[in-house]
């Protein structure tokens, strides 16, 4: 027992040894924001309730469901917590060499035969640990039953600099999993309104079918008639062919979207059906805040800067192996000749031991590694401040996009309104026998562009605001996420 409280002692004292630390301190990066942004718009910032989901501002059940199906079932999703997992098991690996490691090897031998002594061999004195033996035969057996423990004394740190370096990997990982829930879900949401703008449009050019179809039995029966001459049904066969067409192309397209929605949740193409379902209101105006709340939002700025703290860690992990390392070897066993003495005092073995190792030469080796460490150090650093600089500039690209788009929507619809009122004098004229057919076909055409045009419009307006809700971090109220479980709303 002295033994054991004397290996006790020392590994206390080595253990409060391990407090040196080499290497660099390691700060993380000071980024100043802007005050505010440059195309943030004047008027006082929408107050929106605090959603549990970002998707949920649009305030659609079917895009709901199928956000969660995608968290539940796409397979980036997947990966992406596999390797979680995976730099986890790693961090866990790196963590145990900060522990003493203890081993527990039974073993027994039986040595039996016969045995040729010389004459003075037989004068010698046997040891008195074994058996009386004859001189013909030998026949010894003894049990053996040791504890060992070794531990590499963690002097300057190096240890633990390597633990780190796999812990703030596995954290990096965590933040790249937040990355793939925000790509995946803004993802599903394009693509999504996409396939909305698709249903409208085939609205819209029904629509025009119906008339244009319309357009042509007039001209037909007027042709047959003599009233009309050849080049006007002619130019309404014309203009009811390319809607066709128009429609059966955007149909073609709204089976693409429909499609890779079915990919993104996890479903073969083929078992995914979508309703119709137009786009009937505007998007809604997503508050931004102040730029130095980005910093905070955005996963992947996080992950940008535990990264760069994993490299960091490796610099003090290449410091600490220019210094000598110390291990502490120690065995406790019960060693006998007969199983009715194993646990008895006069059985009992101990051993302990140090071993000091310090490189006096490697051919530069070690300091090649610390180039190595800094230069990789480095690289995280500029990538961290280039991320930061992409996240602003994302953010001012969907904003003025959005800005932008807004005025153009104003103008486009005043612009619809006119070219509609023009059609409808334009046909008026033409049943009075003012103008030709002509006329009311280019009239027409240039309504028909517009309206087009303007449900185009609106959906890319849906599609600038996910990119902003994307650019903002997925969450304006800032709600950190760790797991696909805790995006559930309490109820």
Same mark, same amino acid.
């Given at each position: 027992m002295k033994s054991m409280r004397r290996l006790i002692s020392i590994l206390?004292?080595?253990?409060?040894?391990?407090?040196?630390?080499?290497?660099?301190k390691y700060h993380e990066p000071q980024f100043t924001p802007p005050i505010q942004w440059k195309n943030q718009e004047l008027e006082e910032e929408p107050v929106l309730p605090n959603y549990c989901n970002w998707w949920e501002v649009f305030h659609d059940s079917v895009l709901n469901?199928?956000?969660?199906?995608?968290?539940?079932?796409?397979?980036?999703?997947?990966?992406?917590?596999?390797?979680? *997992?995976?730099?986890?098991?790693?961090?866990?690996?790196?963590? #145990? #060499?900060?522990?003493?490691?203890?081993?527990?090897s039974p073993g027994g031998s039986k040595i039996n035969g016969p045995v040729n002594l010389t004459p003075l061999d037989r004068l010698r004195p046997l040891t008195t640990i074994l058996p009386p033996i004859s001189l013909?035969?030998?026949?010894?057996?003894?049990?053996?039953?040791?504890?060992?423990?070794?531990?590499?004394?963690?002097?300057? !740190?190096?240890?633990?600099r390597l633990f780190e370096v796999d812990y703030y990997n596995y954290q990096a990982q965590e933040e790249a999993y937040r990355t793939a829930m925000l790509s995946l879900t803004t993802n599903l949401a394009d693509v999504?309104?996409?396939?909305?703008?698709?249903?409208?449009?085939?609205?819209?050019? *029904?629509?025009?079918?119906?008339?244009?179809?319309?357009?042509?039995?007039?001209?037909?029966?007027?042709?047959?008639?003599?009233?009309?001459?050849?080049?006007?049904?002619?130019?309404?066969?014309?203009?009811?062919?390319?809607?066709?067409?128009?429609?059966?192309?955007?149909?073609?397209?709204r089976g693409t979207y429909e499609n890779a929605i079915a990919t993104l949740i996890g479903l073969p193409a083929s078992q995914l059906t979508i309703a119709l379902q137009p786009l009937e209101f505007d998007p809604p105006k997503i508050p931004i805040g102040l730029p130095s709340e980005l910093l905070l939002r955005r996963p992947d700025i996080a992950q940008a800067e535990r990264q760069m703290a994993s490299n960091h860690a490796k610099i003090g992990a290449a410091y600490a192996s220019f210094f000598p390392s110390l291990n502490l070897n120690s065995a406790f066993e019960y060693l006998t000749l007969e199983l009715k003495h194993l646990f008895k005092a006069r059985s009992r073995?101990?051993?302990?031991?140090?071993?000091?190792?310090?490189?006096?030469?490697?051919?530069?080796?070690?300091?090649?590694?610390?180039?190595?460490?800094? *230069?990789?150090? =480095?690289?995280?650093?500029?990538?961290?401040?280039? $991320?930061?600089?992409?996240?602003?500039? =994302?953010? =001012?690209?969907?904003?003025?996009?959005?800005?932008?788009?807004?005025?153009?929507?104003?103008?486009?619809?005043?612009?619809?309104?006119?070219? $509609?009122?023009? $059609?409808?004098?334009?046909?008026?004229?033409?049943?009075?026998?003012?103008?030709?057919?002509?006329?009311?076909?280019?009239? !027409?055409?240039?309504?028909?562009?517009?309206?087009?045009?303007?449900?185009?419009?609106?959906?890319?307006?849906?599609? #600038? $605001?996910? !990119?902003?809700?994307k650019a903002l971090g997925g969450n304006w109220n800032a709600m950190e996420v760790s797991t696909i479980e805790e995006l559930q709303c309490e109820e």
């Open positions: 206390s004292l080595t253990v409060g040894l391990c407090s040196c630390r080499v290497g660099p469901h199928l956000e969660w199906q995608a968290l539940e079932n796409n397979k980036d999703i997947h990966i992406a917590l596999s390797r979680i *997992a995976q730099a986890r098991a790693t961090s866990l690996t790196s963590q #145990a #060499a900060l522990f003493p490691q203890l081993s527990f013909k035969n030998i026949d010894i057996a003894y049990l053996l039953l040791p504890i060992n423990l070794s531990y590499e004394i963690d002097l300057w !740190q190096k240890n633990q999504y309104f996409n396939l909305r703008t698709s249903d409208k449009l085939l609205k819209v050019l *029904a629509a025009i079918l119906e008339i244009r179809k319309e357009n042509l039995r007039i001209n037909r029966s007027r042709f047959e008639k003599g009233l009309s001459t050849k080049i006007d049904l002619s130019q309404a066969e014309e203009e009811f062919y390319s809607a066709e067409a128009d429609y059966y192309q955007t149909l073609g397209q073995l101990f051993s302990v031991g140090f071993l000091a190792d310090q490189t006096l030469f490697d051919g530069g080796r070690k300091s090649a590694h610390l180039l190595l460490a800094k *230069a990789q150090f =480095e690289e995280s650093l500029e990538n961290y401040e280039k $991320t930061i600089l992409q996240a602003f500039q =994302e953010v =001012e690209d969907s904003l003025v996009t959005l800005k932008n788009q807004s005025k153009q929507f104003s103008s486009l619809s005043r612009a619809l309104a006119s070219a $509609t009122d023009t $059609t409808t004098l334009s046909n008026k004229r033409y049943k009075s026998g003012l103008v030709n057919y002509t006329e009311v076909i280019q009239n !027409q055409r240039i309504q028909y562009d517009l309206e087009l045009n303007h449900v185009r419009l609106q959906g890319q307006r849906y599609q #600038a $605001t996910i !990119q902003l809700i």
